[in-house]
């Protein structure tokens, strides 16, 4: 197997040392609860949008979706179609919410609204949401690493998982907001460069490009025929507007960039910021599969090793960094692989500062009976920061072998998520419904998520067995929990 030259490695090695260095830089204005968790409520529209925009493109993206384009089509594109939905409700009821309410745990809210128990449910269900999140992109960006360099899988998680940990505990939400920007300009760039290296690199000119990939269906958004059981548009976009609700009403590292914006028209510019940004990068990421796909077709031969070497697996999740390795110059190829590990590192470091914020304000500081001090507030933000970056870690060494990337992070997000928002949602939008009937629709809620997680493995012919489609249990669990709730709430006020 060729991995990449010395000087390939090299470039790679700086680049993940400035990082660390430059997140560590903003140590001094993370040294209180308030500049480690929400950066003083000072930072632009503009950095904060680029934070978030970051925050979307992790190696899932680099990797996921140009593998995923590869071995279908352009069907999960209709994901990212859904965030201007997603954006219009945010904007407009979301982002003023948490501004007046100036809590900066998503979760105070559900704890006034049904009680502790409510707010301990939705936080347990997004510290499992972020542990799949850093599994899933650490084991994406050991995988492709692997490939370049030869080393060994686990051994790439445990010292990126290590760095990103390092810089995210010194630098605090500022460090991560700043790197992610900048780093989400990285990945932007090298993404765009390899779209031209595949259209020059077609034989026969770009239109061949165009030509195969056409043929081979590879620009398809899919079937749109009222079919809840597969992967049609109407179940990504459905899937899509769900989770993306999810994630700017109660992701917790989303909250806590509304309250990092100067103002609270600063933080709506920047949800569309996001917004904007994110559906022309991520087509420019489906590009690049539908590329891969006919770049290939067009000359067999260059992937011949990589058919070899996968011994009959799946090979969408390793084509890109084939690519990487035999199609590009000395230097090229190691600015490619740093910016893989900029949408790494810009999404892992999300999710480790959000997480340790949950454990502090809604577990360790909402139990302590008595104030507690700047000083102990950073000890205890700083070992939460270790201890979810250590759980990551493992949670990427327990996924090495699942056979999609992408498919894996979709299924995960789907099953935490469905439940929470549902909740969230339930007492956001509906003042009647109290907690007996909020405590009855996550029961049921969870039923039916834990049905539709388990049903694949039931046989078809099975009377059990779920009709819908994977990506619908965070619509379903939404939904059940959602409309449970209020016809509970309604049949309660008219009785």
């Known amino acids: 197997m060729r991995t990449l030259p010395s000087a390939d490695l090299l470039v790679l090695a700086i680049y993940v040392g400035v990082v660390v260095l430059f997140g560590a830089y903003f ?71 948490y501004r007046e309410t100036g809590e900066v745990s998503a979760y105070t809210h559900l704890e006034r609204r049904f009680g502790r128990w409510a707010r301990t449910y939705a936080l347990v269900c997004y510290l499992l949401t972020q ?60 993404a765009l460069f390899v779209v031209g290296l595949l259209l020059m690199g077609m034989p026969e000119g770009p239109g061949q490009l165009f030509e195969i990939a056409a043929e081979a269906g590879k620009f398809s958004l899919g079937s749109t025929a009222l079919d809840f059981g597969s992967s049609t548009v109407w ?22 960039r509304y309250h990092a914006a100067r103002s609270e028209a600063e933080a709506r510019r920047s949800v569309w910021i996001a917004a904007g940004l994110y559906i022309p990068i991520s087509l420019v990421f489906f590009f690049i599969g539908a590329g891969l796909f006919a770049y290939y077709e067009a000359r067999p031969e260059l992937l011949a090793s990589l058919v070899e070497s996968s011994a009959g697996a799946p090979i969408g999740d390793r084509v890109f960094p084939h690519f990487i390795t035999h199609g590009l110059p000395p230097g090229m190829a190691g600015l490619l692989v740093a910016a893989l590990v900029a949408a790494a590192m810009s999404s892992i470091d999300t999710s480790l500062n959000s997480s340790a914020t949950v454990i502090f304000f809604d577990i360790y500081r909402r139990n302590q009976r008595t104030q507690v001090s700047d000083r102990e507030a950073m000890r205890v933000l700083r070992l939460a920061t270790i201890l979810v970056g250590a759980a990551g870690t493992g949670t990427a060494l327990a996924m090495i072998g699942v056979q999609s990337l992408l498919s894996a992070w979709w299924t995960l997000s789907g099953i ?62 939404t939904l059940t929990i959602f409309l449970v709730g209020v016809v509970g709430a309604r049949l309660r006020h008219d009785g």
């Open 27 to 97: 140590a001094r204005h993370s040294r209180t609860p308030e500049g480690f968790t929400m950066a003083r409520g000072r930072l632009s529209s503009s950095l904060v949008g680029l934070s978030l925009f970051g925050t979307y493109l992790s190696s899932n993206t680099f990797l996921g979706v140009p593998g995923n384009a590869y071995s279908t089509n352009w069907n999960a594109f209709v994901f990212s179609l859904s965030l201007p939905i997603a954006a219009f409700v945010a904007t407009r009821y979301f982002v003023p919410f």
């Open 131 to 190: 542990l799949a999140r850093v599994g899933s992109i650490l084991f994406g960006v050991g995988l492709a690493v692997s490939i370049f360099s030869g080393w060994s899988v686990p051994t790439i998680i445990v010292v990126m998982g290590a760095l990103v940990t390092v810089y995210t505990l010194v630098g605090g939400i500022e460090a991560v907001i700043w790197t992610d920007a900048v780093q989400s300009i990285v990945l932007t760039i090298g």
């Open 416 to 477: 935490f998520a469905g439940g929470m928002f549902g909740l969230f949602l339930l007492g956001f939008a509906s003042r009647k419904a109290k907690r007996p009937e909020a405590m009855i629709a996550v029961v049921l809620g969870i039923l039916v998520i834990l049905w539709m997680t388990l049903s694949p493995g039931l046989p078809e012919t099975s009377m059990w067995r779920s009709p819908f489609h994977g990506q619908m249990i965070a619509v379903v669990g």
């Open 235 to 256: 179940v990504v976009l459905l899937y899509g507007v769900f989770i993306n609700l999810n994630n700017f009403g109660i992701d917790q590292s989303y909250v806590q």
